[in-house]
């Protein structure tokens, strides 16, 4: 249950912290409502917020994921059933990717390759392949090789035209490759955020969850000494992060090895402190909405992307009773209301799937 309601507490933010987070940045308040607001919104460029963390803890519980259901499929049928199943998955998850970038409905040219379900595809497919086949040990010698290589190519490899190696964007070589390499459309002009060369450290992201789903899994551990771990090497990740960062800055677009490690080290606080209160102290009634979105994670963002949320929470609480928010409450109050109402309005759909136990899979 701690992992299903992470996972809801995950999508929670990504069905509406774009919304909330400029909503919150519109009131009018204090510097604790402005510090709430910036961390609801990514960074520009270098550094580290809250939602910079929203898209890897994903794939780092993806990994888990894997652990937990692959596990169970090659005890029951083997590793040719399991690899069968990922293939598919992986082809259904890209499919779904390019469908909620706009599908078919635009210009050819339009057509967005590389997204955030498609990354997410990208790395189930290559780190459920790589469980399948590969001992603990070559797993992490993988991700050590891919963090180090990756570093050494944006620390050491000038982009072509450049006379010198750069963090700076668009002029990095990562960005350069993809202006040259990545057809049709590419979400910021010449290169992508979601772009070849950063996927690489993306599926180290994913085997850090590979690692976590082995220890949560290992039946010589108690529930303490799982939690107590965790939160250790969520802490120790962190500060080497910190550490690297200072050499080779942390930077969510280039999906850099230090940004791999700081948010990896924080995923694993979070699934730590969420298995403390919900498995081992058994305080789970405050996360049954969670558990609701975490049930559907995949189906409700293909819903939020098809179906306006927004619209209908503006048609109950915009117009006049928005406008009377910001008169009497604070300006921008009502924008806030109409935010948190389509949040609201998603959870609202997530409970009605869980209470009728329709699950929808891939």
Request: charged share 15%; glycine share 12%; aromatic share 12%.
């Amino acid at each position: 249950m701690s992992l299903d309601a992470l996972r809801g507490f995950d999508m929670f933010w990504i069905l509406g912290a774009d919304s909330i987070g400029g909503a919150v940045l519109g009131v009018q308040g204090g510097s604790l409502v402005r510090a709430i607001g910036t961390q609801l919104d990514h960074v520009a460029w270098e550094g580290f917020r809250f939602y910079d963390l929203i898209f890897p803890l994903f794939v780092f519980m993806v990994g888990i994921s894997i652990v937990l259901s692959l596990s169970r499929i090659v005890a029951q049928g083997g590793h040719r059933e399991a690899l069968g199943r990922v293939l598919r998955r992986t082809l259904l998850l890209y499919l779904l990717g390019v469908f909620v970038y706009g599908g078919f409905s635009t210009p050819f040219q339009e057509i967005r390759l590389l997204g955030v379900l498609q990354r997410i595809a990208i790395c189930y497919g290559i780190t459920a392949t790589l469980f399948l086949y590969c001992r603990p040990r070559t797993l992490a010698a993988i991700a050590v090789g891919i963090l180090l290589g990756y570093w050494a190519l944006l620390a050491w490899v000038p982009a072509p035209g450049e006379p010198v190696v750069t963090w700076a964007e668009g002029r990095n070589i990562v960005n350069w490759f993809d202006s040259k390499f990545l057809p049709l459309r590419r979400w910021d002009g010449s290169h992508d955020p979601e772009g070849i060369l950063s996927t690489a450290p993306a599926v180290v992201t994913c085997l850090l969850g590979v690692f976590a789903g082995l220890y949560l899994t290992d039946p010589r551990r108690s529930d303490r000494e799982k939690v107590r771990h965790l939160a250790l090497c969520g802490l120790g990740l962190v500060l080497l992060g910190h550490g690297w960062g200072l050499v080779f800055p942390v930077i969510k677009k280039l999906w850099t090895s230090s940004y791999v490690l700081l948010a990896g080290g924080w995923s694993l606080i979070l699934l730590a402190a969420f298995h403390e209160i919900i498995e081992v102290r058994g305080w789970r009634r405050w996360a049954q909405p969670f558990v609701w979105i975490g049930m559907n994670p995949i189906a409700l963002y293909l819903l939020a992307h098809v179906v306006s949320f927004q619209q209908l929470a503006e048609r109950l609480v915009g117009g006049s009773v928005a406008q009377t928010l910001d008169a009497r409450v604070a300006p921008g109050f009502g924008g806030f209301l109409i935010s948190l109402t389509s949040i609201l309005l998603c959870v609202a759909v997530a409970r009605f799937l869980y209470v009728r136990q329709i699950f929808i899979r891939l």
